[in-house]
């Protein structure tokens, strides 16, 4: 599973490359990955929810919660919100910004890769 996203990161990586002007960059969705899965992936493992089951990190239920802009999801991370804690003072605001990039539309975009590959 680990080599899997891995390479998925790495092919995502390359893509972003080819594309001029990346919205953000590499590293980011790296780091994003990294603090995504030592601090986030127990609650939202898949990008699911195991304590608040409809507040996915997919697409349709960050737009539905409004969710869907990385400001939001920062405040979110940064203060906490009902069963979720606060990072502040955990992660740093680099570490914060780059894993509210992953958990956004980046996080859409591994899972749309994986699914395809399940597929
Ligand atoms: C202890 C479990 C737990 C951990 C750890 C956790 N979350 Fe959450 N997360 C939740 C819960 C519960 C909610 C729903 C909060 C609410 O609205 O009441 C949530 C909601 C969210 C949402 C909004 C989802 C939506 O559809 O509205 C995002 C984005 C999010 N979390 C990102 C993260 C990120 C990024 C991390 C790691 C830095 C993280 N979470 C760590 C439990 C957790």
């Given at each position: 599973?680990?080599?899997?996203?891995?390479?998925v990161?790495?092919m995502i990586?390359?893509?972003?490359?080819?594309?001029?002007?990346?919205?953000?960059?590499?590293?980011?969705?790296?780091?994003?990955?990294?603090?995504?899965?030592?601090?986030?992936?127990?609650?939202?493992?898949?990008?699911?929810?195991?304590?608040?089951?409809?507040?996915?990190?997919?697409?349709?239920?960050?737009?539905?919660?409004?969710?869907?802009?990385?400001?939001?999801?920062?405040?979110?991370?940064?203060?906490?919100?009902?069963?979720?804690?606060?990072?502040?003072?955990?992660?740093?605001?680099?570490?914060?910004?780059?894993?509210?990039?992953?958990?956004?539309?980046?996080?859409?975009e591994v899972h749309q890769i994986l699914t395809a590959q399940?597929?």
């Amino acid at each position: 599973m680990r080599t899997l996203l891995a390479t998925v990161l790495m092919m995502i990586a390359s893509l972003t490359f080819m594309v001029a002007q990346p919205a953000w960059a590499d590293a980011d969705l790296v780091t994003g990955a990294k603090v995504f899965s030592a601090n986030c992936a127990s609650c939202h493992i898949g990008g699911k929810n195991v304590i608040n089951a409809p507040k996915t990190l997919k697409k349709e239920a960050l737009a539905k919660y409004a969710m869907n802009s990385s400001e939001a999801i920062v405040t979110q991370v940064t203060n906490g919100k009902g069963a979720m804690p606060k990072f502040k003072g955990r992660l740093t605001d680099d570490q914060i910004q780059s894993v509210a990039a992953y958990s956004g539309s980046r996080m859409n975009e591994v899972h749309q890769i994986l699914t395809a590959q399940a597929l």
